[in-house]
């Protein structure tokens, strides 16, 4: 069964850092998410993807946050200065269009900013 | 904040049926009912949709009143691995410009 993948699974790196997510999502899907769960918390929408473009984002995606689909495959996400309360488990998720509107999510990227 | 309330925690007995309420009565017609559930720290998964109509699949089924405010998923026979947070979430079925929100969800204790 087609699944979203995520790598790496646990990234640690020292506050004021660059770090990329990435993501792969199923292969015929269009619409692409990034969510955050700080540990004991609620899953956050961050930031969702479509025909190349961002299609809504949350306060917390500001200008430190990116996201891109470099290759027609891979779905990043960019944080240019990692922060000390940027440590959170992010998860990608994917919807087929036309389908029923269900999102498959990716097992998660545990970050650790230091 | 998420278009949807659900009790904060529940418990239920192995073999036994759990039934999953959640209030949603801002919920608009062209919107349907989602749920997913999440096991410890893993992704999300989904479970089960519905417009208005109850739907029933191989890991559960899913009752929705017919104001459609509210909505009820159903674990037929809960196993442990059953153990998780259930989200019940309501948006457009994909697309369009909205923020799909998880709120605090239901802690599901399946136990033996």
């Known amino acids: 069964e087609p699944e979203v993948t995520q790598t790496p699974s646990h990234q640690v790196t020292q506050m004021g850092q660059e770090v990329i997510l990435r993501c792969v999502p199923i292969?015929?899907?269009?619409?692409f998410y990034w969510y955050r769960q700080i540990l004991g918390q609620k899953v956050e929408f961050l930031v969702s993807?479509?025909?190349?473009?961002?299609?809504?984002k949350s306060e917390i995606f500001d200008d430190q946050f990116s996201v891109e689909r470099p290759d027609g495959s891979n779905f990043t996400l960019k944080i240019r200065s990692t922060k000390l309360e940027d440590s959170a488990m992010y998860f990608c998720?994917?919807?087929?269009?036309?389908?029923?509107?269900?999102?498959?999510f990716g097992p998660g990227t545990r970050l650790t900013v230091l | 904040d998420a278009k949807t309330t659900q009790p904060p925690s529940m418990d239920c007995a192995e073999g036994r049926a759990a039934n999953l309420p959640c209030n949603h009565s801002?919920?608009?017609?062209?919107?349907?009912v989602y749920w997913y559930r999440q096991i410890h720290s893993q992704g999300p998964q989904y479970i089960i949709h519905?417009?208005?109509n109850n739907e029933t699949n191989e890991m559960a089924s899913l009752i929705i009143t017919e104001d459609r405010k509210s909505s009820t998923l159903i674990l037929p026979h809960a196993t442990l691995r059953d153990t998780a947070v259930y989200y019940c979430?309501?948006?457009?079925?994909?697309?369009?410009?909205?923020?799909?929100?998880f709120g605090r969800g239901t802690s599901l204790i399946v136990h033996p």
């Open positions: 979430i309501v948006r457009l079925p994909s697309g369009g410009s909205y923020i799909p929100t």
């Open positions: 292969s015929n899907h269009l619409y």
């Open positions: 519905g417009l208005k």
């Open positions: 998720a994917s919807i087929l269009l036309g389908g029923a509107g269900e999102q498959f």
């Open positions: 993807f479509y025909n190349n473009e961002i299609s809504e």
């Open positions: 801002t919920i608009s017609g062209n919107e349907y």
